[in-house]
């Protein structure tokens, strides 16, 4: 089995008819994802950026897109479980699916500690819905 990087997996779900460079690698690209892969956390979570970023997809697109992947049983995620409740959290919450992913990749934690304000209170509207891991927030001084 063979492992992809961020852009072979852009090109495999993300048409840009636009880039003609892109168009060509698309064909390979889906030649690759014919067989079985491997599709490391990091390459995820920057292909999530990605689309997110540089493409400006809406949530419901990243969402669907993310879902998609997760579908296809012949492409190996790593941590797979956690990168479903990831995106749970990503669907029904305002977490960004980074954020979702510390959370969900931290769960048999005591807690995860930051210094983002925003982030903790949002993570508190989540933990009255979903079972994810205590944020504390540190002070900063």
Known sequence: MKAVDTNVLAR???DDPDDAEAARQRQVALRVFSQPVFVPLTVLLEF???IQG???FPRPTVAAILGTLLGLEHV???HRGDVAGALEL????TLDFADALHLTRSSQMQALL???KQFAKRVARAR???SVVAVELLDGR
């Open 128 to 130: 009255k819905l979903a």
């Open 48 to 50: 999530s950026w990605l």
């Open 76 to 78: 190996l995620i790593e």
């Open 114 to 116: 930051t210094f983002d």
């Open 90 to 93: 990503f669907k029904e919450h």
């Open 12 to 14: 495999f779900l993300v």
């Open 54 to 56: 540089f493409y400006k």
